[in-house]
């Protein structure tokens, strides 16, 4: 599903309705949300017909006379049903004709002063049952808890096509979601695509089934260094290989501790989420049970058992999403695991890499492809290789700045165990 948004700045001119029908047709767009089109009511169907018969629209005139706001779906593919309409939004469900996605997505145009947009701010947070009171968008947007997507394209969204000093340019377009969206689509991302002859880029976003990657590096997670068999583990590997020159038994050991502390993170520490939940699961069982037998001592210790354990699980969960959050500010014991899961999955959600942009400006997705590129464009930057290397000119380098003799003498010193402990002492948690 591939869900498109447009400032088009007036649509009433034919080489821009020619523009928006050839960009639909190349991205495959399924969805699109056209904003300031200033097309009169009594014209927006005949063009929206140069459109063709798969495609179904939905404007706001009831709401604004200008037609502020349209929503177009191609009904070949999607469903597409408008919750709300209003003067500075529109806010539709849509769901796939193969029932693999089902999304709500809110076009929203505000209008130009504060005072207009405030009820704007409201009626959104009527529409999702929200009582605050918001006075502004950033407390709009903290009161959602919504987040930016991650982009790629062109930086700046806007730009009034000046000349020279005169140009200017700013981000005023952006894709919003809230945390139950990223974590269901964590690697969507949005595109901004060339403006054309609009002022404003055009937002691509495509909805699309997780692509499955390659394993992921090992990571030592801090609550490994609790569990009991830690210590022997890290004992048994770091004397598995013996024999050997010193560089390839710390090389094989280190190896070895790699597997064991991830055979002990699957074993143990895995699907940590689960183990809370059937923690609580079974604390609410034994609370159940009470309710009906409350004298039972047996249920007693069981359920001091109960809450133990669910405090344990949750502490170890905090304690991963703040690691993976890399949060440092926030202590840990403060319930704070909503936040850093938020932050986690909004990290992990930039650092993927679903597409990338080729030097000739073309737009790979395909994992492979992708990987090809990476791997060609570090191979430029590292050179071919050559049969033979031309010597270094000696004179040419004893012409240039010098290490002083005592600079030598501490480059070239052995490194002491007392150096050791102190850089190990200054490592974070984090």
């Known amino acids: 599903m591939i869900i498109l948004s447009w400032n088009i700045r007036g649509l009433n001119d034919p080489c821009k309705v020619v523009s928006l029908k050839k960009l639909l047709a190349e991205q495959c767009v399924d969805v699109v949300g056209i904003m300031e089109t200033k097309v009169k009511c009594d014209k927006s169907v005949k063009l929206q017909k140069k459109f063709g018969s798969s495609w179904s629209w939905f404007c706001n ?14 009904h070949d593919k999607v469903n597409l049903s408008v919750i709300s309409s209003h003067e500075q939004f529109i806010h ?36 999702l049952s929200l009582d605050y009171e918001v006075n502004h968008f950033r407390s709009f947007v903290d009161n959602l808890d919504l987040g930016e997507l991650k982009s790629k394209g062109s930086f700046y969204s806007w ?21 139950a969206w990223l974590s269901k689509f964590p690697h969507v991302e949005s595109i901004y695509l060339p403006p054309l002859l609009s002022y404003h880029n055009p937002l691509l976003v495509e909805v699309s089934r997780f692509a499955t990657t390659k394993g992921r590096p090992f990571r030592f997670l801090n609550c490994l260094a609790d569990h009991a068999d830690f210590c022997s583990i890290m004992e048994k590997s770091l ?14 050991n280190l190896k070895s501790v790699k597997k064991n502390l991830k055979d002990l993170n699957t074993k143990y520490f895995a699907n940590v989420d689960e183990k809370v939940d059937v923690a609580l699961a079974y604390l609410k069982a034994i609370q159940d049970q009470l309710a009906v037998d409350y004298s039972n001592s047996d249920l007693h210790v069981k359920e001091a058992e109960a809450v133990s354990m669910v405090k344990h699980w949750m502490n170890i969960q905090e304690s991963i999403y703040k690691q993976k959050s890399r949060v440092d500010w926030i202590k840990l014991g403060d319930s704070s695991s909503h936040y850093f899961f938020s932050v986690m999955k909004h990290r992990q959600g930039r650092n993927r ?18 990987e090809n590129e990476i791997v060609g464009f570090y191979k430029g930057l590292l050179g071919s290789s050559d049969s033979s290397l031309p010597a270094v000119d000696l004179a040419t380098i004893r012409r240039g700045s010098q290490l002083s003799s005592s600079s030598i003498d501490i480059l070239t010193s052995m490194v ?15």
């Open 61 to 74: 005139y009831s709401s604004s006379h200008r037609g502020r706001l349209w929503v177009g779906w191609f």
């Open 92 to 127: 539709v469900q849509i769901n796939s004709k193969d029932l693999h996605h089902q999304i709500f997505c809110t076009f929203v145009h505000g209008l130009h002063s504060i005072h207009d947009r405030l009820p704007l701010w409201d009626e959104l947070m009527v529409m």
């Open 159 to 179: 730009s009034n096509k000046g000349h020279g000093d005169t140009r200017i340019a700013t981000r005023i377009d952006r894709g919003l979601v809230n945390q």
């Open 239 to 252: 004397h598995s290989v013996t024999g050997c020159s010193v560089m390839v038994t710390i090389w094989q």
């Open 353 to 370: 890499i679903d597409s990338i942009f080729t030097k000739d400006d073309v737009l790979l997705k395909d994992p492979i492809l992708i």
């Open 416 to 430: 002491t165990t007392s150096e050791i402990d102190s850089a190990l002492a200054h490592i974070g948690d984090a």
